[in-house]
Every structure is written in structure tokens, then in C-alpha cells.
């Protein structure tokens, strides 16, 4: 089983600011070997995947609505995935979740962001 533990949330005006951080650990799990991604649920929405970066690092794709916004990146030595957000809008409020690509049933407590002025 693989644990994810997500911090770095916070409350943020629009237009700011937030890095996230993901650390996925487990037995004989290896990190580098997965394409991770940064998932969303808002207050009455189902979750959804926001981001994906390739084990390698050489694909990411995003949802149109976080397109030139977000940064998804990774550190493999680290078993940490990040999300840089920037220009954040009041529609970006939601727990953040990290999970692997197709997700497994376990997920981690997610780190809540809130953009209000």
C-alpha cells in the first residue's frame, strides 16, 4: 500500500501564489517508476485530476482551466511531487490531493486551499 502525505495549502487572494508538496512512501514502492498526479475535489464536486507528470519527467499535461497556471514537477530522489500555482482564482478552491496515475483506493488527507479575497 502507498502512503501520501500532501502539505502546503493555505488561504490565498486571487491572483497569489501556493507550492504544494506530495510524498508518497511504501513497502517496495519505487516513485520513480510512476507517473504521479495532483488531483482536486471542490465542496459538492467530484474529484478531479488536475495534473500528471510522467515517471521521467518528460510529459506533463494539465487541464485546460490550469494551463499556463499550474506547474507540476518532481523530485525522484526525494519521492516528492510538487504543484506550483500561480494566478490562482476563487474556482481553484478545493483539497488538493497526490495519487498515482491510475489512482489507487488509498488516498492521503489532502491540503486544503482556499483563494478568497
Known amino acids: 500500500q502507498v502512503q501520501f502525505v500532501e502539505s502546503g495549502g493555505g488561504l490565498v487572494q486571487p491572483g497569489g501564489s501556493l507550492r504544494l508538496s506530495c510524498t508518497a512512501s511504501?513497502?517496495?514502492?519505487?516513485?520513480?517508476?510512476?507517473?504521479m498526479g495532483w488531483y482536486r475535489q471542490a465542496p459538492g464536486k467530484q474529484r478531479e485530476l488536475v495534473a500528471r507528470?510522467?515517471?521521467?519527467?518528460?510529459?506533463?499535461i494539465y487541464i485546460d482551466s490550469v494551463k499556463g497556471r499550474f506547474t507540476i514537477f518532481r523530485d525522484n530522489a526525494k519521492n516528492t511531487v510538487y504543484l506550483q500555482m500561480d494566478s490562482l482564482k476563487p474556482e481553484d478552491t478545493a483539497v488538493y490531493y497526490c495519487?498515482?496515475?491510475?489512482?489507487?483506493?488509498?488516498w492521503g488527507q489532502g491540503t486544503q486551499v482556499t483563494v478568497s479575497s
Open positions: 495519487n498515482l496515475i491510475p489512482s489507487r483506493d488509498s
Open positions: 511504501g513497502t517496495s514502492f519505487i516513485f520513480s517508476r510512476y507517473t
Open positions: 507528470i510522467t515517471s521521467s519527467r518528460a510529459l506533463t
